[in-house]
């Protein structure tokens, strides 16, 4: 029975199904990891180029900018040659933009460093438009959604690693010297600890550059399966008329977009939740920011983990209902970050995480359900729907910048907007369930 099960979920059953499926599953990791390395980077770039946060939050604005001008170019290049060859595309792109941080570093500028993380997104864009369809067409379409979920699960722990990679060889190695403290440095004083933080920040970058490089070349000499690679005509407008012509898809086009947005913001500003938190009680900021750093690999931990449980839990609960009912719970923990103004609020933070974890594949699974061969432009809607993580996080930022909002912290308030958020994906959860699209 076991193995019945296994061959549904995975291809055929066959080593030569299963390689293909570990390394595919591999690139969810790889993204992860430039997720969340990349998130404490707004803070980190905000300090080192003394800038507001709303300027560090450039950041997520070229990065997940990247995921969203290069979704439908990468469909096309997909289904002209195939999914092996838009995951290639996507992993060299990947490794250019890591690469591209060491001359960004030389001309000492924030700029030359927002290009190199475009870059970096437009070949992330490359592999998530390839690589989830890829997935669902491994195998049995009614445990497809399973499926996904199941490769999703190895995302965070890329996750988990770029996140530990960011506090211990980035944010415990800059100058310990506070954002307040640098603002009253010489130039020549400021060039040179700058230069400094700089050449720590980009080391980790240069060597998943080469990491990438690695996965491409195994990928390239590995023979891989051809599913739905069959089509290569292009029918860009009329493929577009048919996918958006289905609720299912259009609505979780949206729904995506405000979660990713949402997602994006609570692991992006825990930082600023946190140091303003912690400082409170007299602690430094260098140490408030590692602190906060160790509740967002804690949150981290705890999504991977949910993911499992849940992966597990979709064998006997409706998808639809399942997104529903977390989605309302991280609706309501989203209300206790606002309103607790002590630890507590941090751990309705962190606990977020257990809710976010199943969402983004089963939105993606449930919206490209039946899609067939017209699912290669329907991930790329979805993969430009991350655009959420680009256009959501600035508004935060720029609310968190007030400092104080009604006679509260505004770091607090800005957590409405992951609220609102939860809100828009148990509207679709609740529709995908009563609706029976899933």
């Not at 499926?21 to 300090?47: R, Y």
């Not at 719970?329 to 257990?354: H, K, N, T």
Request: overall charge positive; charged content about 15%; aromatic content about 14%.
């Amino acid at each position: 029975m076991k193995s019945i099960e296994k061959k549904k979920i995975v291809g055929d059953g066959t080593w030569a199904a299963l390689i293909p499926f570990i390394l595919i599953t591999s690139c969810f990791a790889l993204w992860g990891f430039a997720n969340d390395i990349t998130n404490p980077m707004v803070k980190a770039f905000s300090k080192i180029f003394r800038m507001s946060v709303t300027e560090g939050a450039l950041v997520q604005v070229a990065f997940y900018g990247g995921y969203f001008a290069m979704a439908f170019p990468a469909a096309i290049f997909i289904r002209k040659y195939s999914y092996k060859a838009g995951v290639m595309m996507g992993l060299g792109l990947y490794a250019l933009g890591a690469f591209l941080f060491f001359p960004a570093k030389l001309t000492g500028d924030y700029y030359p460093f927002l290009l190199a993380y475009f870059i970096l997104t437009c070949g992330l864009s490359f592999l998530e438009t390839s690589s989830n369809p890829y997935i669902l067409s491994m195998g049995a379409e009614e445990t497809a959604t399973r499926r996904l979920n199941l490769a999703q699960a190895f995302n965070p722990m890329g996750s988990l690693l770029g996140m530990y990679v960011a506090m211990n060889f980035i944010q415990n190695r800059l100058h310990p010297m506070d954002t307040a403290e640098r603002a009253q440095l010489s130039d020549a004083d400021f060039v040179a600890i700058r230069d400094a933080d700089l050449s720590t920040l980009i080391a980790p970058y240069l060597m998943i550059g080469l990491v990438t490089l690695g996965v491409l070349l195994l990928i390239r000499f590995t023979k891989m399966p051809r599913n739905n690679d069959q089509t290569h005509n292009i029918d860009f407008v009329p493929t577009l008329k048919r996918i958006f012509a289905v609720p299912r898809y259009r609505e979780g086009v949206l729904a995506q977009f405000f979660y990713v947005g949402a997602q994006i913001m609570c692991w992006t500003f825990i930082i600023q939740y946190g140091t303003r938190l912690f400082m409170e009680t007299g602690m430094e900021e260098q140490a408030a920011e590692v602190l906060s750093q160790k509740y967002n690999i804690i949150a981290m931990a705890i999504f991977c983990t949910s993911r499992f449980i849940c992966t597990f839990l979709l064998r006997y609960l409706n998808p639809g209902l399942l997104l529903r009912t977390l989605a309302v719970v991280a609706g309501v923990l989203a209300i206790g970050v606002i309103f607790l103004q002590d630890v507590w609020g941090m751990y309705c933070l962190v606990g977020i995480s257990a809710c976010m974890s199943l969402m983004f594949p089963t939105i993606y699974g449930i919206a490209l359900q039946g899609l067939g061969d017209d699912a290669k432009f329907g991930a790329a809607g979805l993969i430009m729907a991350i655009l959420g993580g680009s256009v959501l996080p600035p508004v935060q930022a720029a609310i968190i910048d007030l400092h104080t909002l009604w006679g509260m912290p505004a770091v607090n308030l800005s957590f409405v907007l992951p609220f609102i958020c939860f809100v828009v994906v148990t509207i679709y959860g609740h529709r995908a369930y009563r609706k029976g699209w899933a």
